[in-house]
């Protein structure tokens, strides 16, 4: 036996870490205190119980719904007598998460939340004896730093006969969340549709407020088929419906359910009826999710959209292609050229025209087929997605800004297309006309014109069979009048002459194409840096000088000199400028991570080398804004390379306990939190939560 004054200190030891440890585990899970309470104050044999988990947060502190967002849902671990059985966590409707600057980072509760759980016990419980109900919950705890919290929650509740009275202090808050959530009403007709990047779900019969005002509703998804950070449109349709515009992600599948999921929840002071103290309930929305042309039969008369609404601008689309300056000369001329090829014969002069729509057919399901083999090769083809790219957005900006530009006087392009078909236009026969008609299809595809572009648009995200119905229609709106030209070629006197006000026509349909490309660099500059969104404009700018250089000096008829001049002066100042406008990643891709441990920062540390430890997480959106203003720093990836530094990422995800290990030496039981181990320096130097590019350089920098 050691000494009494010996066991004393031993004693006073053991208390000083317990007392330590428990100190520990309270600054750890202080932020929310979880307990299991239950709706009744007994146990009823066979009957089923409800229980809650009940989470209390302090203020400013959050814990997150089944579908987090930035973080991930708390859980809860059964450890059941036998027999018993329990439900899945059953969620109230959450509120957005906004954090200080006013973006939404997650979805969840603060304040007092209960999560309700059904339990079943087994028939045979004698009644007076008592059950012990334990499990373990896990949460995610977050304010300006996220943590993650976990403890063992027990219930102990006596075996009653019958009639279990309710718990006289939980009972009731039960109840009101067991009334408070999510349900399916059959009244309500709710539709969802998805077209490229956008999602809408049309909601009728939702309940109006004392005013008769719908009140602000929002959609809380329940998987990523709907971004939870994007911003909400809502409009209210001549019916009454609440139609919502909703964003898809760029490179998020569709659900494999085909069904979205969500709960839809009006403002929580959003009152019904006349009853001050009814909120307006929270609704459970699982609904299939189809493309916007099936469903439009729909809607088409709250909101024509799809396929029907679609064919008719089509048409005028593919007619409106026969006003632009490239295609309409050719009218009465080729119309004459079929009179004069079939004599006096009718039958004969349909056949040419019938040829010549042949062609342009051909041509349009050509440009189908190809847009089937891309979407096969490549998942979903569509604009939207498409746009997610600032590579093809800088193209098509640029392709928008030349085309615009040739409609303005400032170049002329079509001429070499029209020659290097002239051969096959000028053959005698029903052949000739075949290719007349491919012709005009390829001179009139740059020529693009207002209905033309949104039913390209739409067809780009149907179903392939509705896509070819679209390109059909605009063959035959192009098709059109020389068909009707053919059948009566007397008509031919009545069409306009060509004249100045074709030169006005196209010059005004030059305006449309520069709105495009300016909405294209507004675009740009949400996915690029400042300084790129400048360099994108001056690169633009270059091609558009490019564009002006051709049309001044490469004209037709100009002597050899000045037709080099133009095109060799063109095409330099085309290659600056799109080397200068590319778009650039604003990351820092050039950086490679390592995994961290602390056995490579030994031997990092023994090599000499400079290190950068980042301890970071998915869930975490201040980690996530770090790496953002930090390797976004050019001149961050500039000094790490000269100096050398390895970067290493301690990913807490998931738990690690090395990393939860490495955390409490220091002292810290969140993330983000970041280490700089300068060379020849022991002891590395903890940064703030918040950084920016000084604060890392100047850590490396010894200031």
Request: hydrophobic share 50%.
């Amino acid at each position: 036996m050691f000494p009494t004054n010996i066991q004393r200190c031993i004693r006073a030891g053991v208390a000083f870490v317990i007392g330590l440890l428990a100190l520990s585990h309270l600054t750890t899970h202080a932020q929310v205190k979880a307990s299991l309470v239950a709706a009744t104050v007994a146990v009823e044999a066979g009957h089923p119980l409800t229980v809650a988990l009940k989470l209390e947060h302090q203020a400013g502190w959050h814990t997150y719904w089944i579908n987090a967002g930035t973080g991930y849902p708390t859980t809860l671990t059964w450890t059941l007598p036998a027999g018993w059985t329990a439900s899945e966590l059953r969620w109230p409707a959450p509120k957005t998460i906004v954090d200080a600057t006013g973006h939404v980072t997650g979805q969840g509760y603060d304040g007092v939340v209960y999560l309700p759980v059904t339990l079943t016990p087994p028939a045979g419980l004698a009644a007076g004896s008592s059950v012990t109900l334990q499990a373990q919950a896990a949460w995610l705890m977050c304010h300006d730093t996220c943590v993650p919290g976990e403890s063992p929650v027990a219930l102990t509740l006596p075996v009653s006969v019958a009639n279990a009275e309710p718990d006289p202090v939980h009972g009731a808050s039960i109840a009101r969340s067991l009334a408070a959530l999510p349900v399916i009403d059959q009244n309500l007709k709710v539709s969802a549709t998805f077209s490229g990047e956008t999602v809408t779900l049309r909601v009728s019969g939702l309940p109006r407020s004392k005013e008769g005002e719908a009140p602000a509703w929002w959609f809380f998804p329940q998987d990523e088929t709907v971004a939870y950070d994007q911003p909400q449109v809502l409009k209210i349709e001549t019916d009454g419906t609440l139609a919502f515009t909703l964003v898809h992600p760029a490179g998020t599948a569709l659900p494999a359910s085909g069904r979205l999921l969500g709960v839809l929840r009006a403002s929580a002071s959003a009152r019904v009826d006349d009853s001050a103290a009814k909120q307006v309930p929270a609704f459970q929305i699982d609904v299939p999710l189809t493309p916007a042309t099936a469903a439009a039969t729909q809607h088409t008369a709250a909101a024509p959209a799809g396929l029907l609404a679609t064919l008719p601008l089509a048409f005028i689309g593919g007619l409106i292609l026969n006003l632009m300056p490239c295609v309409f000369p050719v009218l009465g001329l080729k119309i004459m050229g079929f009179v004069n090829q079939a004599g006096a014969d009718r039958k004969k002069i349909t056949l040419h025209g019938l040829t010549f729509t042949a062609g342009v057919l051909s041509s349009f399901w050509t440009l189908a087929a190809a847009l089937a083999v891309l979407r096969a090769g490549g998942g979903e083809l569509g604009w939207g997605f498409q746009l997610q790219s600032p590579p093809f957005v800088f193209g098509l900006a640029a392709v928008m800004l030349v085309f615009a530009l040739s409609m303005s006087g400032v170049c002329e392009f079509g001429g070499s297309v029209m020659g290097a078909g002239a051969g096959l236009q000028m053959q005698s026969g029903y052949r000739g006309s075949f290719f007349t008609g491919v012709l005009a299809t390829v001179v009139a595809t740059p020529c693009s014109a207002p209905f033309l572009a949104p039913a390209l648009g739409v067809a780009l995200v149907m179903p392939m069979v509705q896509a070819f119905m679209v390109f059909t229609t605009i063959a035959i709106g192009l098709s059109t009048p020389y068909l009707l030209l053919s059948v009566f070629p007397q008509a031919v006197r009545l069409l306009p002459r060509p004249g100045a006000w074709m030169e006005t026509f196209k010059q005004a349909m030059a305006f449309p194409l520069y709105a495009t490309a300016g909405y294209l660099i507004w675009v740009l500059s949400a996915q690029t840096s400042e300084s790129g969104s400048l360099m994108v404009i001056f690169g633009l700018t270059l091609i558009a000088m490019a564009t002006w250089l051709y049309g001044r000096y490469a004209t037709p008829g100009a002597k050899p000199l000045a037709r080099r001049i133009g095109v060799f002066g063109g095409l330099l100042l085309l290659g600056a400028g799109v080397f200068l406008g590319w778009p650039r990643a604003k990351s820092a891709g050039d950086l490679e991570w390592e995994t961290w441990s602390p056995a490579r920062v030994a031997e990092l540390q023994a090599a000499g080398k400079p290190v950068y430890v980042d301890f970071t997480a998915r869930w975490c959106a201040t980690c996530q804004a770090n790496k953002k203003v930090v390797f976004g720093s050019a001149e961050v990836r500039r000094r790490f390379k000269e100096l050398g530094v390895v970067i290493l990422r301690g990913d807490w995800t998931n738990r690690d306990a090395l990393i939860t290990a490495e955390l409490a030496r220091w002292n810290r039981s969140a993330v983000p939190f970041n280490l700089v181990y300068r060379a020849g320096v022991t002891e590395p130097l903890p940064l703030p939560e918040l950084l920016t590019p000084g604060m890392v350089l100047n850590a490396f920098e010894g200031q």
